[in-house]
């Protein structure tokens, strides 16, 4: 039977990331899809700084960047066509080391990731493989894989993470309901690929609250363009995705003429979260464990988010570096920072879905009054290893640029870095010094003054996931925020 130290279930944007910061940290992954090659269809369009942030960890930027898009603004616009909300993106470089809002093709991100994943020998494919029968004991779990081109074959690992969708089979096998955040509702999604010659169609993306049909449209990258049309009480969905309905639809800005359907199909938006990220050796990350209305874009990002935090801690568990318990802190700590980007999504949704002509016409006054409704969210990890330490920790850290031009994270992909004052460790006991040492953690003095200026400190624990362990005015500060690693064997000092 082939053992591994983990098996991630499902090769989606968030398993293929997933395998490969596991396999890059030096363990045995096999990686399982029940489809041969990626999704071919586009679905996610944006991604935002902290996304790319991972995408560059995982190793997949350089093949990703060639293919974004600048994201320059979304615009909210009334049943009369007058402006309500203008949210414009800056399209420099920012505080993560990549803009803060892409534009991006699903497909292409995927081949991104795997084309990453591929160059790791300690990291085998099983695609056209459908796993089931999935039981988790005390040493492992064994599991079932079934393709058509080979009979049935029995896995063993250490470890399983379910990075397989909204049906997630091993969300079932964990034996874990979903949370409801809020109304499920259903949108047609249509992308077309515009002729070369189709008419000018507005930039960015435009949410036009019209209480007679909410419409969303998104200028995605190259030819193609997005609309999502939310379904109404009595649509059916079936006659709503035919071609006559879609043209009929988007004909204030398309014909069939100008563009071709790529595709067309009534989606349901949810709003939820898994009980349960975690029993025994089954883990979930990315859509297995929560899905979000599209409204902020932020569903694979958040996906993104969950591989960043969970592989450096199941990497460490494996190897014995850490006590099994931090794996609770995947979930203590996503959870509460997912359910921030929810609840956002379904506040701009609400304001975008509202379908009553009176309270629409009190909306539209509302944010004419006050239009500053939208912002970035930045919600701080929830309880974890940032103890009782108060923001800066457990927030996101900035991906400032070294002095040599690189990006801060290449200097230490996907590991710790301390980011310090010249000087500021040279009296740091040796002690110290051996538990960053087994941290693997990367010391970097005299860059990004500006940055830990503005944190109000000298020195900054970033952990691979680039949040913040804590920050540190003086080496006593310093050692204190290490004795929040979660090393198994450490020394007194730090325990
Ligand atoms: C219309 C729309 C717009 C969106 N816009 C955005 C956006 O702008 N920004 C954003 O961040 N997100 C967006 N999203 C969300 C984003 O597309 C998803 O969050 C993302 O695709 C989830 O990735 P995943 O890898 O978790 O799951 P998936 O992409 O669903 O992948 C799951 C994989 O698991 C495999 N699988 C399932 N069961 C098994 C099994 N038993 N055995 C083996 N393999 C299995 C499947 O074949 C599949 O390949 C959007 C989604 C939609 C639908």
């Not at 790791?120 to 393709?147: H, K, M, N, P, Q």
């Not at 709503?240 to 359907?261: H, K, R």
């Not at 952990?463 to 007194?492: F, H, Q």
Request: net charge negative; aromatic share 8%.
């Amino acid at each position: 039977m082939e053992t591994y130290d983990v098996a991630v279930i499902g090769l989606g944007p968030i398993g293929a990331a997933l395998s490969t910061l596991l396999a890059r940290s030096g363990l045995r992954v096999a990686a399982f899809d029940a489809f041969d090659g990626p999704y071919s269809l586009p679905r996610a369009t944006h991604l935002d700084g902290e996304a790319l942030r991972i995408i560059q960890n995982v190793g997949a930027s350089e093949r990703l960047e060639p293919t974004l898009g600048i994201y320059t603004r979304m615009r909210f616009i009334n049943a009369d066509g007058d402006l309500l909300i203008d949210w414009p993106r800056s399209i420099e470089e920012g505080w993560q080391g990549w803009r803060d809002s892409n534009r991006f093709h699903q497909p292409a991100l995927e081949a991104s990731l795997r084309g990453a994943a591929e160059q790791y020998s300690d990291l085998d494919f099983y695609l056209g493989s459908r796993v089931d029968s999935i039981s988790s004991d005390e040493d492992g779990v064994t599991f079932v894989a079934t393709s058509q081109s080979r009979p049935a074959q029995t896995f063993r690992a250490l470890y399983v993470v379910g990075c397989d969708g909204a049906n997630s089979t091993v969300r079932a096998a964990i034996g874990s309901e979903l949370r409801s955040l809020g109304k499920p509702e259903q949108w047609l999604v249509v992308d077309l690929i515009m002729n070369e010659d189709g008419p000018d169609l507005p930039e960015g993306t435009v949410q036009y609250c019209n209480p007679i049909r909410p419409i969303t449209y998104i200028e995605a990258v190259g030819a193609r363009r997005r609309w999502e049309v939310m379904l109404l009480p009595g649509d059916d969905a079936a006659s709503f995705a035919e071609p006559d309905s879609v043209w009929s639809l988007l004909s204030p800005w398309v014909t069939s003429d100008d563009a071709e359907i790529e595709r067309s199909v009534v989606y349901t938006f949810r709003s939820v979260v898994a009980q349960q990220w975690r029993r025994e050796r089954l883990l979930l990350a990315g859509d297995a464990t929560h899905q979000t209305p599209p409204f902020l874009g932020q569903g694979l990002c958040a996906g993104l988010r969950d591989t960043a935090n969970l592989a450096w801690k199941l990497n460490w568990v494996i190897k014995g570096l850490a006590d099994e318990s931090l794996l609770d802190t995947y979930q203590s700590e996503m959870e509460p920072h997912v359910t921030a980007y929810i609840l956002e999504a379904n506040r701009i949704g609400a304001i975008i879905q509202e379908r009553d002509a009176e309270k629409a016409h009190q909306r539209d006054e509302t944010l004419r009054r006050s239009p500053q409704v939208l912002k970035s969210v930045r919600p701080l990890l929830g309880p974890g290893l940032a103890g009782d330490a108060s923001e800066p920790a457990a927030s996101l850290s900035a991906q400032p640029r070294l002095a040599d031009g690189r990006r801060l994270d290449e200097a230490a992909p996907y590991g710790f870095i301390l980011l310090c004052e010249r000087g500021f460790t040279t009296a740091a006991s040796p002690t110290l010094k051996d538990v960053w040492e087994r941290t693997g953690l990367t010391v970097i003095e005299g860059e990004a003054a500006a940055w830990l200026e503005s944190l109000g400190s000298k020195a900054a624990i970033i952990r691979p996931d680039r949040y913040i362990l804590g920050v540190a005015s003086d080496l006593t500060e310093l050692e204190a925020i290490t004795a929040r690693i979660p090393l198994t064997l450490r020394d007194s000092l730090c325990n």
